[in-house]
């Protein structure tokens, strides 16, 4: 049998091609005509796979607040979450489009996503999860529909999953004075 560049057949007569990434020899069944493959360029599954991986890393690194890339991670996390915990689910990602603004509607935080922190003494260096849009239940036990959610910071949304909001204010206003008696200004 001549070795060359064009396709081999191996005695069975199944064709072989070689991976133009690692030179792992696909063997490709009958009905697969790889010499019609585009560029001749042939690419076995494990590299397909490595490929497909770091496009999904870049393209999840790359997505910018409200893009669509982070608008399908953020409605992808959420109907996990949903399914884990038996809960109502209808959220499209129009909705999501609709729902959300540059900045956290309670705190005022410049939504940012991806970005290291810096400002905060906790968990500094990791990625900056405070400033994160996330989805927040109005009813915390009603499901994710459009009139039942509203797009806050995370840091909002982990306080106020914390407690009712009777119980959210007396804390706050609870250390808005021990903070004032004893003289604390940043606290
Ligand atoms: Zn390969």
Known sequence: MKHTEETQVNP??????RCTTCLV??????????????????????CDLKKEYQKEKKRRKNKKVGDK????????????????????FSLKIKDLRELITDTCPILGIKYEINKK???????KGKNNWQTSPS????????????????????MANSIKNQATPKQI???GEFYEELYKEKGIVNG
């Open 117 to 123: 922190n810096k400002q905060w003494g906790k968990g």
């Open 169 to 171: 204010l007396k804390v």
């Open 12 to 17: 069975r007569g199944c064709k072989v091609k």
């Open 25 to 46: 020899d696909i063997v490709y069944p009958d009905n697969i005509n790889p010499s019609n493959f585009r560029n001749h360029t042939y690419i076995c599954r494990t």
């Open 69 to 88: 890339q982070h608008l399908t991670d953020m409605l992808d996390g959420c109907r996990a979450r949903s399914r884990k915990n038996n809960i109502l």
């Open 135 to 154: 989805i927040d239940r109005i009813v915390p036990n009603k499901g994710y529909t459009k009139e039942n959610v509203i797009i806050v910071s995370l």
